[in-house]
Every structure is written in structure tokens, then in C-alpha cells.
């Protein structure tokens, strides 16, 4: 509920709110905090299937997790500006990679309807506009646009573990019709890269030309191999 997260951002300005990263008092993000996160270069994500097609700008864990989830879970709606510039990057990095000239469309990886009220705010939605905005800047034709809808069915992922999670996103994304793009995928965190291969597959179904992924964390490997930027 969008209210709630203003009236936790009132009551933060009033009495005092702690950092989301550190908890120290003080802003939502503290300075130090802020500059841990946005020191760490982009970085791709060793996926099988998707390999140097996405990109992170670090692990999920440590300051970048807490900043996460409290943005996720307590309608943190005073993050996703940093949380939006984190994801700029990790999209500038694809960009450099694989776009060459023409319009791009920034596209968000959907939330459900029920994740999307309980938050107050669609998150994904917010970082491909945010991302969009901060880019145009630059003088690129860039947009963002909803392409992707969730199929009927589809269950929430959270709390479902990496097989049914494959099984749940399989088939579960669809591409909206419209005239084919160019298109970067932008989401908040990556996890098994199975959801983002759903919507590379559908895209590229419905003519679309994926340049790759853009988010803003990458949960640690299964395997303990690390890949947090230097
Ligand atoms: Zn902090």
C-alpha cells in the first residue's frame, strides 16, 4: 500500500528512520552504505543458459541484500532510486556489449498482481523507468515499455525452491504483441536465470531482438563459487 510506505517515510523524517543497508540511524541509505553499492562495477553472471547476456552489480548478500529486501518487503519506496541507478549500470554494461545503433526498449521482468499490492509499488516497473529516464538523458532513444505478462496461473515464486520454480516459470511469461524491438530486461535480483530465460524465449518468439539483462543483484552460486566484483 502505497500510503503505508508514505506514512513510514513521514514517520522516518519526524523521528528518525536507520539505514536499510547497516542499520545505523539516519537515512534509509547512508552515505556509506550508498557508496559500498555503487562501487561495485557491473559484472556478468556466470548462467548456463544465458551466459554474458546478464549482468549484476553484485551478489546478493551483505548491504545489497538488506537494501533489497527492505525496498521488497517494508514498501521501501525511497530505495528504488538507488536501487534504479544500480540497475542503470548493470544495463549500460549490455548496452555496450551487444547494442550498436537504433532504439532500445527497456522491459521489466512482471510482478504479479498480489506482489504488486502488497509492496504499494511495481518495482520492476520502476527500475526500467528509472533506467529509461537516466539513459535518454544520455541522448539514447530509449524507452520503457511493459511487454511481458504473466500467464494465468502462474504462482508467486517466493518460497518455491529452484525445481518448481523452473517448472512454475515455464510457459508462465507472455509477450504482449506489438511492433518488434530491440529490448533489455531489467529485474531486480537473478537467481536460477529461469525466469529470464522464459522471457528471452518469448520475446524472441514474437520477433523481438534480445540485447540481454540488466539487474541488480545475482544471488551467490549453489556451487560456492564466488563472483563478487573486485
Ligand atoms: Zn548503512
Redesign the pocket.
Known sequence: MRWRGLLEAAADLAWGGS??????P?PV??????RLVRGQPPRPVPLDDLAGVVWARGEYAD?LRALILACKERQGLGLVPLLAELAVGSVAAVLRESWRSGPVVVMPIPSSRATVAARGFDLTWLLARGVARRLSRLGMQIRAQRGLVLAAGTRDQVGLGVVDRTVNRQHSLRALPGPAAQVVLVDDIVTTGATLTAAAHELEAAGHRLLGAGVVAATPRRDGRRWRSP
Open positions: 539505514c536499510a543497508g547497516c542499520g545505523r539516519g541509505c547512508c552515505p556509506a552504505c550508498a548491504e
